[in-house]
T-cell receptor, first 113, second 114 residues
Framework: DVKVTQSSRYLVKRTGEKVFLECVQDMDHENMFWYRQDPGLGLRLIYFSYDVKMKEKGDIPEGYSVSREKKERFSLILESASTNQTSMYLC????????????FGPGTRLTVT | AQSVTQLDSQVPVFEEAPVELRCNYSSSVSVYLFWYVQYPNQGLQLLLKYLSGSTLVESINGFEAEFNKSQTSFHLRKPSVHISDTAEYFCAVSDLSSNYQLIWGAGTKLIIKP
């Protein structure tokens, strides 16, 4: 069965802290995505990666960076967390026979105080 | 550039009543179309998809959607909703100009009234 896992379901951090959100997929997908989800705004793409060490900015990359050192793992980094980064963060992957269908992790609800 | 519009942010409906969640997209070039569902405190799950072939696609839990190329729509319907259908529903369209990206609607919350 297809699986995308995220390191935490809930996370509380202080303003200015460095935050790491980890995502792992077991489907050998080339493409991985980080979204943030806020009420009324749907899903907004932060970054995506189409191969190991390759990344491209999405619609709202400011304040975030990413790392993809291994095919199965895609990390989102908040260099200095701010309260306006309080949100739900969703990781997804796709590739191969999946085509455009994206598989999602359970999400990480991040609160920055 | 492709865009997706879900006209209703919330749709309240009585249990066992029919429902339609609307989705329109902007570009009529070849597209793949998806509906995802998000139950409370969970990630998104694929509900159904249109890739090619029959314009009417169905899910295992009674939802269906029809691809209408002339109206650039992919509305989601269910003839009789259940309390367990309470969720947020997202429409997404492929962006063939980039690596497997999807363009997302803002979501529609389906609220089932007992």
């Amino acid at each position: 069965d297809v699986k995308v896992t995220q390191s935490s379901r809930y996370l509380v951090k202080r303003t200015g802290e460095k935050v790491f959100l980890e995502c792992v997929q077991d489907m050998d997908h080339e493409n991985m995505f980080w979204y943030r989800q806020d009420p009324g705004l749907g899903l907004r793409l932060i970054y995506f990666s189409y191969d190991v060490k390759m990344k491209e900015k999405g619609d709202i990359p400011e304040g975030y960076s990413v790392s993809r050192e291994k095919k199965e793992r895609f990390s989102l980094i908040l260099e200095s967390a701010s309260t306006n980064q309080t949100s739900m963060y969703l990781c997804a992957s796709t590739g191969g026979l999946a085509g455009y269908e994206q598989y999602f992790g359970p999400g990480t609800r991040l609160t920055v105080t | 550039a492709q865009s997706v519009t879900q006209l209703d942010s919330q749709v309240p409906v009585f249990e066992e009543a029919p429902v339609e969640l609307r989705c329109n997209y902007s570009s009529s070039v070849s597209v793949y179309l998806f509906w995802y569902v998000q139950y409370p405190n969970q990630g998104l799950q694929l509900l159904l998809k249109y890739l090619s072939g029959s314009t009417l696609v169905e899910s295992i839990n009674g939802f269906e959607a029809e691809f209408n190329k002339s109206q650039t729509s992919f509305h989601l319907r269910k003839p009789s909703v259940h309390i367990s259908d309470t969720a947020e529903y997202f429409c997404a369209v492929s962006d063939l100009s980039s690596n497997y990206q999807l363009i997302w609607g803002a979501g529609t919350k389906l609220i089932i009234k007992p």
